[in-house]
């Protein structure tokens, strides 16, 4: 009898995402919302070049990012907004991991691809 054999997929690889100190984007985050700039999805693994598409599926499950703006009602609840935020507030330049496929996709005024998502969506901060 003949096993059908599962191929072995590596997990995409990312580059952190650069920040700047400033927000070149022309979107400013409202209420509760986030402006990350998401680590970008490598374009070679081992000096084998990978497809654009391949590249570009990777980069929309990115997971890591830098967070760019901050909305001034952001952290201001726990995730399910029984109770205030406790702990420090997340600002830009932090490092953060934030839910899978998470927010909405903004090109913004400099070219580049951010994530704009509810602050709840964010899980933790790198520090």
């Known amino acids: 009898e003949m096993k059908p054999r599962l191929l072995s997929v590596r997990r995409a690889e990312f580059l952190p995402a650069p920040f700047f100190d400033k927000n070149d984007s022309g979107c ?4 509760d919302r986030v402006l990350i ?15 654009d598409e391949v590249i570009d599926r990777a980069q929309l499950s990115a997971s890591s990012g830098v967070i760019v703006a901050v909305g001034e009602d952001a952290f201001s609840w726990n995730s399910d907004r029984t109770r205030p935020f406790g702990g420090e ?13 998470a927010g909405k996709l903004i090109l913004g005024d400099d070219g580049v691809e951010y994530r704009l998502l509810d602050d709840n969506s964010i899980g933790g901060v790198r520090r």
Request: no cysteine; charged share 30%.
């Open 28 to 31: 400013i985050p409202i209420g």
């Open 37 to 51: 700039r998401p680590d970008i999805a490598a374009s070679s693994s081992g000096g084998i070049k990978i497809p």
């Open 89 to 101: 507030k997340p600002k830009a330049g932090d490092r953060v991991h934030f839910d899978k496929f």
